[in-house]
């Protein structure tokens, strides 16, 4: 989702392609992830570019920054859904493709109760309506 402060002056009914590359940009982490790669990989086979600045370590922060200014963040429908008293969550104005998740852990562990019921957790968070195999 492309997230913004509720009165942001530049983007009202939605974002586009134009506006989500002329916003300024925060983004979570020390550095590159998956996903900013991802964006900028389909921004670029448009002929487009993003302006991430500012590098954060949580989407507390995240949130907070957008309140105070004119720029934009990305994030999971599910993070953005916590802050919507405060911030407008709008679809990505371009498609993303999928990508999938690994949960590994040591052939040894693999009937240890304590780790079948943290792996049927993270699963079960993760992925709510994916049917997942183990016995592979």
Known sequence: MSVIRRDHPGIVTGVSVADFCAAPQVFLGYCRSALDDLIDQVLGRAGRRRQAQVAVTSFAQMAELLRRTDHLAVFPARVASRYQDSLAAHPLPFE?????????????????????????????????????????
């Open 96 to 136: 993303l493709p999928r990508y999938g998740m690994y949960l590994c852990w040591n052939h040894r562990a693999g009937d240890d109760p304590g780790i079948q019921w943290l792996r049927d957790r993270i699963v079960a968070l993760a992925c709510p309506r994916t049917m997942i195999s183990f016995d592979e």
